[in-house]
């Protein structure tokens, strides 16, 4: 079943990377996923530099809320650079266009 983005989108920049250095850079913008039980904790689950989500602690992280049309421009990149066998039921593939073909 396809989704279409209808909720909120959740970012927030790291502000510290020791220990994991492979995965995350310090000062960049990194997509979060709702998950209420890792924030009980002190966490938060991160799409790091591998592709994949991570739960980090979130004392590593400063959530931030975009602009809509910030938001919408960054779904547009992330959905082009997503594993499509692994998210299909997320996301809509994107139709070649003379533009982008």
Do not use: W
């Amino acid at each position: 079943m396809k989704t279409k983005m209808t909720s909120t989108l959740h970012y927030a920049v790291c502000i510290n990377n020791e220990g994991n250095k492979a995965s995350l850079e310090k000062g960049k913008l990194y997509r979060t996923l709702p998950d209420d039980n890792a924030a009980l904790h002190g966490y938060m689950c991160v799409i790091d530099e591998s592709g994949e989500n991570y739960g980090y602690s979130a004392s590593r992280f400063i959530p931030i809320k975009l602009p809509r049309v910030v938001e919408k421009a960054l779904f547009t990149e992330a959905d082009n650079n997503l594993h499509p066998s692994r998210h299909q039921s997320l996301h809509q593939p994107h139709a070649k266009t003379k533009k982008n073909a």
